[in-house]
Structure formats: structure tokens, C-alpha cells
């Protein structure tokens, strides 16, 4: 970003899952866009033109919080610390009187929202807060998937199988499915050296390898 804005990556909560996240995920995703603001660098009073809070995200982190502030319920809404009390029942107010949020500007029009708080809103559903105490969502498809690949339907119907691959800090594992979800084959792997000292990410690269010369081929 240009002239006295400065552009700063929000904390994450883990940064083994979240160095993953950030490589994979967002891969697609232009530079500028790659790294999503800090809303605490930003002037509560200022006012910006057009679409300026939309291009502060990617197409794809503005779709995720605009299924958020669509369809959350009230109760939904609550779990993220920013939009207790009457945040979230200006969201409800505003989405039943104007119907659905089209864009991320249009979060402005909300009463109680300034160019600082929703920016700070979309980060806090992007990367909610966790604690001693989770909260838990009655229906997780809010933020289950952040980026939906393009494949043809075509490609969908032809497929008989698929492997799903989960990464995570102690364990590395694939499973082998068919259209009924019957499992043909699975592994796992224990990354015990993730857990000692620093972490490294050739390392991690080289746990990931091991099992991924396992994967049956297509």
C-alpha cells in the first residue's frame, strides 16, 4: 500500500497450521491481498471512498465474511467478541430491513460501524479468537472453507474415488475414500520432531514428504 498506510499481517493462532494455511490456501491470491490488515493502524474516524474497505481483502475472504453476516444468527453472531450486544442486532436489523449484504462497504451503512470497527470485524471472522473457553457454532459451515477450487462438474461426476490429506503440528495423515465414503486405505504419520525446540519448516517439509510417497497413485 501506498502513502501513510502501512499494511501489517493479523496474529494467528498457530503458526505451524497457519504457515500451511497462509502457502497453501492463499497461493492463488494477488500480493496486496495476500496478508490481511490491521485494523489498529487504522483511524476510526476516517472516512474512505468506494470500495476501499472490499479491496483491503481478497475475493475469497470477502465471500467467507459475507456468508458470515448473512446468514449467522444472532447467537452466531455473538461468538465473535466485536459484535456482542448491539453490533449484532444492527446486523440482523440491517440484513432484514435491506436484505443481504452485497459488499463489505455496505457493513458502514450498519449503525455502530466505522472504517476502523469493520475492519476490525473482518479480521475477527477470518481469524476468530480462541480461549480457556471455545465457542462452537450450531451449524460450522460458516467457516468451515475458506477457498473453493475450480473444477469442472464434469470432473466431479467422473470421479470414483478421493484421498483427503490433513496436516496438523503432531500428525500427518491421508485416507483413501469412494463416492460412499467407504474407506479403502489410510496412513498416518507421527511428527514427533515438530514438537522439540524451534520450529522448522524444512523439517516439517520432510515429514510431509515421507507420507506423501505413500499416497496410492490417481
Known sequence: MRGRWRCFPVPLRSSLFQALHSSCCWKKSSAP???????????????????????LFSSEQ???ILHVLNTASNKELEAFRLLRGRKSVNIIEHREK???????ESLMNVPLFQYKTAIQVCNSILCPETGGK????????LLRKLIKPEIERERFKAVNSIISIVFGTRRVAWAHVDR???????QQNECHQLMKGTYISSVY??????????????
Open 33 to 55: 491481498k495476500k496478508i490481511t490488515p490491521n485494523a489498529a493502524f487504522y483511524d476510526e474516524n476516517t472516512k474512505e471512498p468506494g470500495n476501499a474497505l472490499d479491496k
Open 62 to 64: 470477502q465471500a467467507s
Open 98 to 104: 435491506f436484505g443481504p449484504f452485497q459488499n463489505l
Open 134 to 141: 471455545k465457542r462452537k457454532f450450531q451449524d460450522n459451515r
Open 180 to 186: 460412499k465414503l467407504a474407506v479403502l486405505d489410510w
Open 205 to 218: 517439509l520432510q515429514e510431509v514428504k515421507q507420507l506423501y510417497l505413500q499416497i496410492p497413485p490417481r
